[in-house]
Structures are given as C-alpha cells and as structure tokens.
C-alpha cells in the first residue's frame, strides 16, 4: 500500500542537469532513510546517493562533487539534483524509502520505485 513514484528523468546532452524527484504515498508513519540507485545495461544496481531522515547524506565517489540529494519530509519526497552530466551517468535511476508503516505495525519496509531512464549524450 505504498507507492514510489519517480519523475524527471530525460535525454540531456554531456555538462546538462536534470532534478528527479520521488514521493511516496500511503499509509506511512515515518520515512527513515531514503536514497537514489541506477543500473546501467549490463551492470549491477549501485547507490548513487542516500539520506537519513535527520539530513545526513552520503554519495558514490563517481557523483560527487557533480550531485545533490535532498528531501521534503513534508511531502514525503527525495530529490536528486543532477549537474555536469557525464555520458557515464546514463542509466536507469530509482528511488528506495525504507518507510515504517501504521498498518504493520509500524514496522520498516524497502520499496522501490518503478524506475526513470536518465540518458546523456556526447
């Protein structure tokens, strides 16, 4: 009964930037931490960036510098602000909550969403 959905994603050329965002919705007592993952054709799925419910916020080395990840924990939503975009940032980008709910018991969950493809060109 909880729903991640991702928006933002596009086609930009080498040194663009894009911002995603994700909110998640339903029955939600909290949102701890909350973080970005892309794969790429033929790759593993690898954290692009995470932050805790407090602000705490950790990035891969591949993105630092180049990438900022934020939340509104009003809304329920992460943000990933993407600048100097690089042809190697390609790939599909998604977004994980671990949320703890009312209806379990407020109990943590993992969920992911649906996926956004992020595509940069030379």
């Known amino acids: 009964q909880v729903q991640l959905v991702e928006s933002g994603g596009g086609l930009v050329q080498a040194g663009g930037s894009l911002r995603l965002s994700c909110a998640a919705s339903g029955s939600i007592f909290s949102i701890n931490a909350m973080g970005w993952y892309r794969q790429a054709p033929g790759k593993e799925r690898e954290l692009v960036a995470d932050?805790?419910?407090?602000?705490?916020?950790n990035y891969a080395d591949s993105v630092k510098g180049r990438f900022t990840i934020s939340r509104d924990n009003a809304k329920n939503t992460v943000y990933l602000q993407m600048n100097s975009l690089k042809p190697e940032d390609t790939a599909v980008y998604y977004c994980?909550?671990?949320?703890?709910?009312?209806?379990?018991?407020?109990?943590?969950?993992?969920?992911w969403g649906q996926g956004t493809q992020v595509t940069v060109s030379s």
């Open positions: 932050i805790t419910s407090g602000g705490i916020t």
């Open positions: 994980n909550a671990h949320v703890s709910l009312t209806s379990r018991g407020y109990r943590e969950y993992s969920y």
